[in-house]
């Protein structure tokens, strides 16, 4: 008989399939410590979730019989998926079945913050009759900004058509393709600072989006517009918006999500005349409930009988005869993949990987999904792993080709990726050298030889005679220290590059001052 604890609260309805399964016994404790979590959770196979409990790494220690973890929503950020994934247990997740009701929300936001109602509703109930302080504007021939055109904001652009407004989406994996068919424009964050009336942003929060609107994308905003969160607290920064507010640049905010939830007492958000709020409301519609809870259970209820399953969040399951082929290559694949998606601007459209040499008789699938999480990493964050990074890809319309073949370039193994968008091709190659470990051999047409780890700063210049004094001059100046420099050209005089390792990360000043360089085409900051 398996357990099921359900910690969170979760719908009966939705669940009702684990209640009805006669190899399952579920019990419901709703608001636990992590404490009183941690002193009941070894009797439990499956513990069920919403975004309220955390779960630990010191639960799932605790949680010796544990086999999957179920999170009955999107995000996963309340779950220690390291550890998870350590201690083999499975997470799953339902990111379908909140999707419209999110979406719903958001434009339930978006007209309340338009009309003023919450603010008018607050006065009225006070006994005022105030119809001169509240007046609004209409989303009728508006341009709506969309950041982040996933499941939600694709549904968001749908809708935005009925109330004829013009829609500018940008998304890593918006190509003009998709976005002349949804109907809409494709932009850059600065496009629909410039031009849009309200902005909704539909991202995950990782490193890339965490303040990715903040004082730098206010100041281009129009005056008057207006900014929705239903998203993740934190996507916008919140101290630069009220400065926004202050300048009058931002006429009007809706946020049901903080970067602390739930807020503090004092948070400005809260009882400011142009910021109206709800808590964390997004998927909180019976049917969205329903929906995820049925997905989860079932998810669960596959796991707990050892059948296949979908939405695993972690988990890689690879025989141990593959694995232990493939176990020096993983982490080099993904470093590989990360390296060349960072340097990779436009929207992805097709992930080319070529294995070599002694990789060339080996089961690769498992070592293509580490190098597809690599490239998908910095846009999808935890989102994306081992399990799902193959899916994800071919669900955003991306098409991978794996390949095997004889030629290995004087390497005993080497793995090429090249990722293709619109404007061409980016290449990155990289080998396990016996003695020396991981190394990028190849970066474009450019042979290089660099240790896949630290912070790298990637130039394209012209070769000019001076130019890497230059760039040493001003990094030095700037207390950047450079550990390691290789450079490449095609001819000279030509096109060129400059990679250097450097001991920590430049400033976004540093980052202007090497663009500005005379001669520097383009500058990229690689983390790995
Ligand atoms: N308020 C709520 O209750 C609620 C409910 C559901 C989902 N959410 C949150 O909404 C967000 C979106 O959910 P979804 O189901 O649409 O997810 P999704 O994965 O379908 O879409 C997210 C999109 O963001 C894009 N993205 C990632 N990095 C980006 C960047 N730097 N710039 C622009 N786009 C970027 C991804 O490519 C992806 O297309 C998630 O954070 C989710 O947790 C909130
Ligand atoms: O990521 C999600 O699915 C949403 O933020 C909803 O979270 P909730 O289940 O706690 O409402």
Not at 91 to 107: K, Q, R, W, Y
Not at 253 to 279: G, M, R, Y
Not at 345 to 369: C, M, Q
Not at 372 to 395: F, P, R, T
């Amino acid at each position: 008989m398996f357990k099921v604890l359900i910690s969170d609260p979760i719908s009966d309805l939705g669940i009702q399939k684990l209640f009805d399964a006669s190899d399952v016994t579920v019990v419901k404790e709703t608001g636990l410590s992590e404490d009183e979590l941690v002193k009941i959770i070894s009797d439990f196979d499956a513990l069920l979730v919403r975004s309220q409990t955390k779960v630990t790494k010191r639960i799932m220690e605790a949680g010796s019989k544990l086999k999957v973890i179920g999170r009955a929503g999107v995000g996963v950020d309340n779950i220690d998926l390291e550890a998870a994934t350590q201690r083999g247990i499975i997470v799953i997740n339902a990111p379908d079945g909140n999707t419209i009701s999110t979406c719903e929300h958001t434009f339930a936001m978006m007209m309340a913050v338009s009309r003023n109602i919450p603010q008018g509703y607050k006065k009225t109930i006070s006994g005022e009759w105030d119809r001169k302080s509240f007046v609004g504007v209409e989303l009728n021939n508006k341009v709506l900004g969309i950041i982040g055109m996933g499941r939600i904001g694709t549904e968001v652009a749908e809708r935005a058509k009925a109330f004829n407004m013009s829609i500018i989406g940008y998304d890593p994996f918006l190509t003009e393709d998709r976005a002349e068919k949804l109907g809409i424009e494709k932009g850059s964050v600065d496009d629909i600072a410039k031009k849009a009336d309200f902005i909704t942003v539909h991202t995950p929060l990782t490193k890339e989006t965490r303040h990715m609107i903040s004082t730098e994308q206010f100041e281009l905003m129009k005056k008057g517009v207006r900014i929705v969160n239903c998203a993740r607290g934190g996507i916008i920064d919140e101290h630069a918006l009220i400065h926004a507010i202050d300048q009058e640049i931002v006429a009007g905010a809706a946020f049901d999500v903080f970067e602390t939830e739930p807020p503090q007492k004092d948070h400005p958000f809260l009882n400011h005349d142009k910021i109206i709020v709800t808590p964390h409301l997004g998927a909180s519609t019976r049917e969205a409930q329903e929906n995820v809870a049925i997905d989860v259970s079932e998810e669960v209820l596959n796991i707990l009988r050892d059948k296949p399953f979908k939405n695993a969040v972690n988990m890689p399951h690879v025989p141990s005869n593959v694995l232990r082929k493939l176990q020096p290559y993983f982490s080099l694949g993904e470093r590989l993949g990360s390296f060349l998606s960072q340097i990779t601007k436009d929207s992805i459209e097709e992930i080319h990987i070529n294995f070599s040499g002694e990789l060339a008789d080996v089961d690769t699938a498992p070592l293509s999904r580490s190098i597809i999480k690599g490239v998908l990493a910095q846009y999808l964050d935890s989102e994306v792993n081992v399990v799902n990074s193959m899916h994800l890809a071919e669900a955003k319309g991306v098409k991978i080709i794996r390949q095997r073949s004889s030629s290995t370039k004087g390497f005993t193994n080497l793995i090429t990726l090249t990722l293709k968008t619109n404007s061409g091709e980016r290449t990155i190659a990289g080998t396990l050298l016996n003695g020396y470990g991981a190394r990028i051999v190849q970066i474009d047409q450019y042979p290089v030889d660099i240790s896949p780890e630290g912070i790298f700063i990637y130039i394209s210049h012209q070769d000019k005679p001076g130019a890497i004094g230059k760039i040493g001059t001003l990094l030095g100046e700037n207390e950047v220290n450079i550990a390691t420099m290789q450079v490449g050209r095609k001819v000279v005089g030509g096109d060129a590059v400059m990679i250097l390792t450097v001991d920590k990360q430049p400033s976004n000043t540093v980052k202007k001052l090497l663009i500005d360089t005379d001669g520097i085409v383009s500058v990229n900051e690689i983390i790995l």
